[in-house]
């Protein structure tokens, strides 16, 4: 019998996930229902759209035709209001409903709110989709002064638009420096000092306690908890995601901060499957529970998770992760989890050059370079290994450092 597979969510996990079982299943029927009104494409260089740098064109990845010569359906500004596990259906939001014999969750987050008064006013912009971008363009183009409020991966590109569009910035941070929970002082001071070198002025033990609005509920200040009081005709907030669960909230699948799945992608409930920001899957190489938003991530989850919901067990999701930054004269990478683990080690190695490894039960587990990523190949490959590597500290810091190097420093 000819299997049905439905996909929610068109981003880059259900798309690949689309593909990968297009290429499985050649006779199956696949149904990619989607809440945005255009197909998929690149959310890495929306940034570059909105900072004015690239045209919309090399955004887009793939049209509607592209799914067409697949026979995959995509219905584009579909929106699902229920999943029926008992039924094995779907129901979208004009009530047509979608049977399927396997079902794949990649329906991603919203962009978490200020919970602030004026939070909402005209000015004020999240980052999230293609539609944002442009918003955001439009908006930052006219503006003179800027207020970023986020200080992680997603803020930064915030401020990164208001350098390139010549706004005057001030990124309030909660904290005493910015991505606290990654960073040292010595490696913050170097992303201060690119902020403060593009005009955006990173401000400390802020934050925002309203918006003031003009009389038009236009943005055009924001005051933070010390009563301090900033003008900006336009604000970015990136404060992370409220993941999108609320949709199987009344069905047995089980979820946390996000939809639980094991290492093969799958939920607890067999047939139903997820991929993407939305999971909290279990990391093989961490040993534990974990959730990553990288753009490769999630695509390489859209391909296992469709292996598997063709024949489950077949491949699991072991995977490393990469975060670059690219807006500065410098080069900047996370990868894994940077932010977990028992134990670290860091180092300055040159001038604006900084590195990081978390590690867990000492094995490697995440880190940061800024400035140098020439390590980062051979660290990835440490923590795929999981190779216990916490009695070489000081030899994982040497520049230029190699695997070879740890067993040349173990012979000596």
């Known amino acids: 019998m000819t299997e049905s597979y439905v996909i929610i969510g068109d981003g880059v996990a259900g798309s690949s996930a689309a593909e990968t079982l297009r290429e499985e299943q050649p006779d199956a029927e696949i149904t990619v229902l989607t809440d945005e009104g255009e197909a998929l494409y690149n959310r890495i260089l929306i940034k570059e759209f909105a900072k004015g740098k690239l045209p919309a064109a090399p955004i887009s990845i793939h049209d509607e035709e592209w799914y067409a010569e697949r026979d995959i359906d995509l219905r584009l500004n579909t929106l699902v209001v229920d999943v029926d596990i008992e039924a094995d259906e779907v129901t ?52 003179e002064k800027g207020v970023i409020v986020g200080a992680g991966l997603l803020g930064i590109d915030f401020a990164a638009i208001c350098g390139a569009q010549d706004v005057e910035g001030k990124y309030l941070m909660r904290g005493d420096s910015w991505w ?34 003009d009389d038009d509920g236009r943005v055009e200040a924001a005051v933070d908890p010390n009563g301090d009081r900033y003008d900006c005709d336009f604000a970015g907030v990136a404060i992370g995601l409220n993941f999108n669960t609320e949709i199987v909230e009344e069905t047995p699948i089980a979820t946390d901060n996000g939809i639980i799945v094991d290492e093969y992608m799958r939920t607890n409930v067999d047939n139903v499957y997820a991929a993407g920001d ?17 753009w490769g991530s999630a695509k390489e989850q859209g391909t296992v998770a469709a292996r598997n919901m063709v024949e489950y067990g077949s491949e699991e999701f072991r995977w490393v992760s990469s975060y670059s930054i690219t807006h500065f ?41 800024i400035g140098d990523l020439a390590p980062q190949s051979a660290y ?7 190779r216990y590597v916490a009695d070489q500290k000081e030899t994982l810091m040497q520049e230029g450092f190699s695997v070879e190097d740890l067993k040349a420093a173990s012979e000596q």
Do not use: C
């Open 92 to 143: 979208t939001h004009e009530g047509e409903t979608f049977a399927y014999d396997k079902l794949l969750l990649s329906i991603g987050g919203t962009p978490t709110q200020l919970p602030v008064d004026n939070s909402d006013a005209e000015g004020v912009h999240h980052f999230w989709t293609f539609q944002d971008a442009r918003a955001i363009k439009e908006s930052v183009e006219s503006a």
């Open 180 to 213: 606290r929970y990654a960073l040292s002082n010595e490696g913050a001071e170097i992303m201060h000092e690119a902020m403060r070198d593009v005009g955006v002025e990173p401000v400390f033990d802020s934050g925002v306690d309203h918006f003031e609005v």
């Open 278 to 294: 939305i999971t909290e899957f279990h990391d093989v190489i961490l040993g534990e529970r974990a959730q990553n938003g990288a």
């Open 329 to 369: 004269d410098f080069p900047f990478l996370s990868f894994g989890h940077p932010t977990l683990g028992d134990d670290e080690v860091e180092a300055t190695t040159g001038e604006g050059e900084w590195r990081k490894l978390a590690l867990k039960d000492g094995k490697i587990v995440g880190g940061v370079l």
């Open 380 to 386: 990835k490959q440490l923590m795929r290994e999981e």
